[in-house]
């Protein structure tokens, strides 16, 4: 099966910019994560949605950053305006029930200048 | 102090290095993830265990409920091996990362 896409795989940015983010999950994968990985740190949980819908969101930002999923398939995460501790890889993962069977994307590494 | 900890954090080894990495954790868990990050991001998953102990080719894992401690074992390491080593746990309804081991091996 086709794995878990991501776009773009790099991107630069000066600070306050704009960028967006691009996920397809595993099809038929009804639950999707968006995580923030620091470099020399775990991935941290961003958004994690069930089909369209937000499941936990506790651990985004959300004057800065806002994820969608609108038909229950692919999802885009934004971040606006860029900060410089923004800068890290956004990891997007899928699995067929809620945390069970994990499939992670090859990311999207951002750096803000 | 994390919920999960690995340990080493850093290793290195020569090629054919029988290797170990450990996992320790503090909450109670349903299951354990070994995930495999190789330079630019992209994770794999390696294994996902709840009890006893998994094989696939020259790597081994295991889990000790009781002591709340998993080990990923590497045999016969290859410089392709090189990669960065997480643990995560699912703790009812999410997943803990821990912080990673950064494998190099040298020919």
């Known amino acids: 099966e086709a794995g878990v896409a991501q776009s773009p795989r790099y991107k630069i940015i000066e600070k306050r910019q704009s960028v967006a983010f691009w996920c397809n999950p595993i099809?038929?994968?009804?639950?999707l994560y968006w995580y923030q990985q620091i470099l020399g740190q775990g991935p941290k949980l961003l958004i994690q949605f069930q089909n369209n819908g937000v499941v936990d969101d506790s651990q985004l930002p959300k004057d800065r950053f806002s994820a969608e999923r609108l038909k229950g398939v692919d999802s885009t995460l934004k971040i606006q305006p860029a900060k410089l501790e923004d800068s890290a890889v956004y990891l997007c993962?899928?699995?067929?029930?809620?945390?069970?069977?994990?499939?992670f994307g090859s990311g999207t590494r951002l750096t803000v200048v | 102090k994390n919920e999960v900890e690995q340990s080493p954090q850093n290793l290195t080894a020569q090629e054919g290095e029988f290797i170990t990495i450990n996992c320790s954790y503090s909450v109670g868990i349903s299951a354990l993830h070994w995930l495999q990050q190789h330079p630019g991001g992209g994770i794999v998953s390696l294994f996902m265990l709840s009890s006893g102990k998994k094989k696939h080719g020259r790597l081994i894992a295991t889990i000790n409920i009781q002591e709340k401690h998993s080990s990923l074992h590497i045999t016969a390491s290859h410089p392709r091996d090189s990669a960065v080593y997480i643990c995560?746990?699912?703790?009812?309804?999410?997943?803990?990362f821990g912080t990673g081991t950064r494998l190099q091996v040298f020919p």
């Open positions: 995560a746990v699912y703790d009812t309804d999410k997943l803990i």
């Open positions: 099809s038929g994968h009804a639950t």
């Open positions: 993962a899928s699995s067929s029930s809620a945390n069970y069977g994990y499939t």
